[in-house]
């Protein structure tokens, strides 16, 4: 029989926990219509269940008409919560706190005269909020994106950084050797989360030693994907799954070790009934 070992970092962050409990207490207690400005993290197993309890996703405040609006953990732009308010919902802001220090750290940049840069995936959520936020700040998602702006003379020479919560370090280091190649002044604020570094840490460091591995979380959280990733860079036999009935027997013949790891939008109960799972395979 196969072991079966779980990262020691692994599974839903604080900021998500914290969004889902508002949530939930929200759907219990609220006397209104309940909805979230787009899924409320990226796990569609959990936006399912949310909706059997009442809890529905509108893209813009005007498809929820009335009662409350929760903004999600990804957070939103300053307009967005006015335009909210102005159709008379009720707001309640369970943007993850850590979202929010991208946000202050970005406007402190712009306000001090930088050229501010989001390290980060384009079209994100959380990458729109800290945009709307910042002003005429850019995205950049690796060196490439930095070479295009250094090449259209598109910089100033001070250039401020901050980055995606979810986004890998050495992505980060990456682009800041490439500013700094070119700019008289790079000035960094390091947003990565503290849970998405061990999270990625401890993923690594198991893939390295597992025969295969399983990711666990949706195929919309780019926090997960990079945790796929950075085991399939490991571990060959590295499988990503929303859920425990993707499993497949055939993917852990003749292993010894079976590494789990989740994304941040992954609950624990996602987490066991994955490892549950795997032991009746095993």
């Given at each position: 029989m196969a072991r079966i070992v779980v990262a020691q970092r692994a599974g839903a962050c604080y900021g998500?926990?914290?969004?889902?409990?508002?949530?939930?207490?929200?759907?219990?207690q609220a006397a209104g219509p309940v909805h979230t400005l787009g899924p409320l993290i990226h796990?569609?197993?959990?936006?399912?269940?949310?909706?059997?309890?009442?809890v529905r996703v509108t893209d813009a405040p005007e498809g929820a008409g009335s009662g409350l609006l929760i903004i999600r953990a990804h957070g939103t732009t300053p307009e967005v919560i006015a335009d909210a308010e102005a159709r008379g919902l009720t707001v309640l802001d369970a943007t993850c706190p850590y979202v929010k220090k991208v946000h202050v750290a970005a406007k402190k940049l712009v306000d001090a005269g930088?050229?501010?840069?989001?390290?980060?995936?384009?079209?994100?959520?959380?990458?729109?909020?800290?945009?709307?936020?910042?002003?005429?700040?850019?995205?950049?998602?690796?060196v490439e994106?930095?070479?295009?702006?250094?090449d259209a003379d598109a910089l100033g020479k001070k250039v401020?950084?901050?980055?995606?919560?979810?986004?890998?370090?050495?992505?980060?280091?990456?682009?800041v050797a490439e500013l700094l190649a070119c700019a008289q002044e790079v000035r960094v604020v390091n947003t990565i989360c503290a849970a998405t570094?061990?999270?990625?840490?401890?993923?690594?460091a198991l893939a390295a030693q597992a025969d295969a591995m399983v990711v666990v979380g949706g195929k919309n959280s780019g926090n997960t994907r990079r945790l796929f990733e950075i085991c399939a860079e490991r571990c060959a036999r590295t499988h990503?799954?929303?859920?425990?009935?993707?499993?497949?027997?055939?993917?852990?013949?003749?292993?010894?070790?079976?590494?789990?790891?989740?994304?941040?939008?992954?609950?624990?109960?996602?987490i066991d009934a994955v490892v549950a799972a795997l032991q009746a395979l095993a």
């Open positions: 998500v926990e914290r969004a889902l409990s508002l949530t939930l207490e929200q759907a219990e796990n569609p197993l959990v936006v399912e269940d949310l909706e059997a309890r009442g930088y050229d501010v840069l989001v390290v980060g995936e384009a079209g994100h959520p959380e990458v729109e909020g800290i945009l709307g936020h910042a002003g005429h700040a850019r995205v950049v998602g690796g994106d930095v070479r295009a702006l250094i401020g950084v901050v980055v995606q919560t979810t986004q890998t370090l050495a992505l980060l280091q990456a682009v570094q061990e999270r990625q840490q401890a993923a690594a990503h799954i929303e859920a425990a009935d993707e499993l497949e027997a055939r993917w852990f013949a003749g292993v010894e070790t079976i590494g789990v790891t989740a994304g941040a939008s992954t609950p624990q109960a996602h």
